[in-house]
């Protein structure tokens, strides 16, 4: 069904919302970036910005919401349930690495804020954290098909594990979003080598 000239209108305004939040947080950094300057640079009044984002941080998530929203879907999608559990938890963080590679700051600001903004109950917010569980859901679901192959014990605590891997993952991605210029594969097989550390338990 074709949009409305109304629904064009409201998605004209917040790809230029999006657009302009983006270039701000890029060049002023999140404490330097005003949502009036935001709605300067994209042409609307301020009120109109705060019918798409909450506040400045919503208006950080909102930048890249969609985008990570479709790669999380395209990595789930590309699990292979035959592979070793390293090549699945790869398989399934992996693309990650390859989106934030495009935008590495606003990547490092979104990682900040996420960790200062967990109990806000906005909408661009809520997204974050519904992709948040269904990473850990996607990283337990490894864990568990694993434990029933045999390749993991079964008396691995898979939810605990399962924490530990995406505490890992957090880790691995702020310290290779802080190291330009950003190498796709060197990050990977960093996250691959920290993993495969736990996987082995520092035994002798």
Known sequence: MALGLREKHKLDKLKRIRTAARTLFLEKGF??????KVAEMAGVSHATVFLYAKDKRDLLFLVFNDDLDRVAEEARGA????????????????????YFAQDSMI???????????????????QRVKQRAESMLAGICSVIDACKASGTVVE?????????????????????????????CEAGVQSLRAALGLLFMGLRA
């Open 31 to 36: 404490d330097g970036a005003t949502t009036r």
């Open 107 to 125: 990547g490092l600001l979104g990682i900040h804020e996420y960790t200062t903004a967990v109990a806000s109950d906005s909408p661009q917010m």
């Open 155 to 183: 008396a691995v605590d898979s939810s605990r594990a399962t924490q530990v891997i995406r505490a890992i993952y957090m880790a691995e991605m702020d310290a290779w979003l802080r190291t330009p210029p950003l190498d």
């Open 79 to 98: 699990v292979d349930p035959s592979a070793s559990m390293l090549d699945q938890l790869t398989q399934l963080l992996g693309p990650f690495y390859r």
